[in-house]
């Protein structure tokens, strides 16, 4: 007799002995059962973390730089310089570009973070180009989680309220932020106040980073106002003060040169230099300093001091109010440092529960499973006023996506039950293939423990593994499937007992079973070491191989339990 054939009796008898015994069919299913349960609980006590898409190396990475509202851009600049002279000791950065009072060029991330939309003297972004990703070592997401604090205590101080963010190419859909709580509200001023303190315990919050609210505090700006009676009185008018002012701070065009070799006409512009614009300082006698040392000649030929004609006026600037659904709302914005969002999601909203209860407020949940299952709903006791808290962002798309792929494999489930209901005529046979093929989970979570043990980053359990786990269903049930039809064959068509038949069926479709899953093994073999698709790599083969265990021996247990068989 073949050796084959010698292994073959021998797991036949190994499985018979199993379903012989009351005790160990006990223990089989017992150590089944621990096992889901112990692997399901991985996810809630953090052994294994779930999140949208792992971290993505690139290429690049920008520097987004907002210093406080009303800042010039030579302040900003001095920011931006501190973050340059950070960058180039990096040996892996090949160049680096700041785009100083405008957004850089638009790419993946900038779409949806209003890159496009920044004009004004307080903004700058730095795009930072790096070695390719092949070459060298340490991918662009552990870098940017390494210079992340090293940039912003250097720079950040340089203008008090600067916010610096470091922004990397999304792994997945592009979002505002990995976290966004939209407050709502109906005072825009007390309405950014709240959006403050949302923010203050966001900081608080550990692997929260970047907290920044979109919004412009009001600052104090002089309004220089011509005085026309004046003006008119000195033999001058308002468009010589108005240009006069224009090249003393700003600079513009004056005159014009035609060109032959244009065919054109190119604009001669005359500004100050920068030590003639500058302030001393932001005081209204600074200003007035500035405005006594600019004269301007009316028709007679006189020289008529500026600031004679003119009125300084301290205001408040307006604070932008922003839209959304026709309520008033501003964001709060923060990225998570190589962390899923959902965790520090949950920190932070205990958080915020706690600090808005002690201040005053009347919080509440959001009942019921929804997409909003996580706002808060704030009611301040003294003036009854009522704010929302609600959250957005990639943590947003993370639990949407789970939700829907979680509805995606219930819904596999019950077509799968359904399809075996028609075809066996039996609930019974049913739920047994059902059972063996929802057990391929064991496999998948403890394949991803195992993964992130062995990875030096954080392994996360992402979509593409639950997109792995669902595409499992499928090759779980044939192993199933072949173990009932083979089983009842032998039992209807050529009379063996049915506890032999199982174990028949068993130790010979166990060959089969395992080649299969040798192929579907080394397919994945090679997905498993992607960064974006390694948990569809992972949950393919780990999965299989509780698939295979499952199939050979627990769902003969289970068989030999029904009475369909």
Request: charged share 20%; aromatic share 8%.
């Amino acid at each position: 007799m073949p050796h084959h054939k010698h292994r073959g009796k021998r797991f036949e008898n190994f499985i018979f002995t199993i379903l012989q015994s009351k005790t160990k069919k006990i223990l089989v299913i017992t150590l089944v059962l621990a096992s889901l349960a112990a692997s399901i609980m991985m996810i809630p006590t953090k052994l294994v973390l779930a999140r949208m898409l792992p971290g993505k190396s690139a290429n690049t990475f920008t520097v987004y730089t907002d210093t406080p509202a009303g800042s010039s851009i030579y302040q900003t600049k001095e920011v931006v310089e501190c973050v340059e002279n950070i960058l180039k000791k990096e040996k892996e950065v090949t160049d680096i570009e700041s785009f100083i009072g405008e957004g850089s060029p638009l790419d993946y991330a900038g779409l949806v973070k209003g890159s496009g939309m920044k004009k004004g003297e307080r903004f700058a972004e730095t795009v930072v180009n790096l070695t390719d990703k092949h070459e060298r070592e340490e991918p662009s997401f552990l870098m940017v989680s390494r210079l992340r604090p090293v940039i912003k205590k250097s720079c950040e101080p340089l203008q008090k309220g600067t916010v610096i963010k470091l922004i990397e190419q999304p792994a997945g859909p592009p979002t505002l932020a990995s976290i966004v709580v939209e407050v709502y509200g109906d005072v825009n001023s007390q309405v950014a106040h709240i959006a403050h303190e949302v923010a203050s315990v966001l900081k608080q919050t550990p692997k929260v980073v970047d907290v920044d609210v979109m919004t412009e505090e009001p600052y104090d700006k002089y309004n220089i106002v011509p005085i026309t009676e004046k003006i008119t009185r000195s033999g001058l008018n308002v468009d010589q003060v108005n240009k006069i002012l224009y090249v003393a701070f700003k600079g513009m065009i004056v005159a014009v040169k035609n060109t032959i070799e244009l065919n054109d006409q190119v604009g001669i512009f005359v500004s100050l230099s920068k030590n003639t614009k500058e302030l001393e300082n932001s005081s209204l006698n600074a200003l007035r300093s500035k405005l006594s040392s600019l004269f301007l000649m009316n028709k007679k030929g006189m020289m008529v001091p500026l600031i004679e004609i003119v009125d300084i006026k301290k205001v408040k600037s307006n604070r932008p109010i922003y839209h959304k659904d026709l309520q008033t709302m501003i964001n709060v914005t923060a990225e998570t440092d190589n962390e899923s969002q959902v965790y520090p999601l949950l920190d932070a909203r205990e958080k915020m529960i706690e600090y808005f209860s002690k201040k005053g407020y009347e919080v509440q949940k959001v009942p019921g499973i929804s997409t909003y299952m996580f706002d808060l709903t704030l009611k301040d006791k003294q003036t009854n006023q009522s704010y929302l808290l609600r959250w957005d962002g990639e943590m947003k798309v993370t639990l949407d996506t789970f939700r829907d792929l979680g509805a995606a494999f219930i819904a596999a489930l019950l077509l799968i039950f359904l399809l075996m209901v028609i075809y066996y005529k039996s609930y019974a046979i049913s739920a047994i293939i059902l059972g063996g093929s929802f057990l391929s989970i064991i496999g998948v979570i403890v394949g991803h423990y195992i993964a992130d043990l062995v990875t030096p980053n954080t392994f996360f359990l992402t979509a593409t593994s639950l997109i792995g786990f669902i595409a499992l269903m499928g090759i779980s049930s044939r192993n199933s499937l072949l173990l009932v039809d083979f089983t009842k064959d032998l039992i209807e068509n050529k009379g063996i007992e049915k506890k032999r038949a199982i174990a028949i069926a068993s130790a010979t479709r166990a060959k089969p079973i395992l080649l299969t899953a040798i192929a579907i093994i080394l397919g994945s073999a090679l997905l498993a070491s992607d960064p974006i698709f390694g948990g569809l790599g992972v949950a393919l083969i780990s999965g299989t191989v509780a698939a295979v265990i499952v199939s050979i021996i627990f769902v003969p247990v289970l068989m030999d339990n029904t009475k369909a068989i």
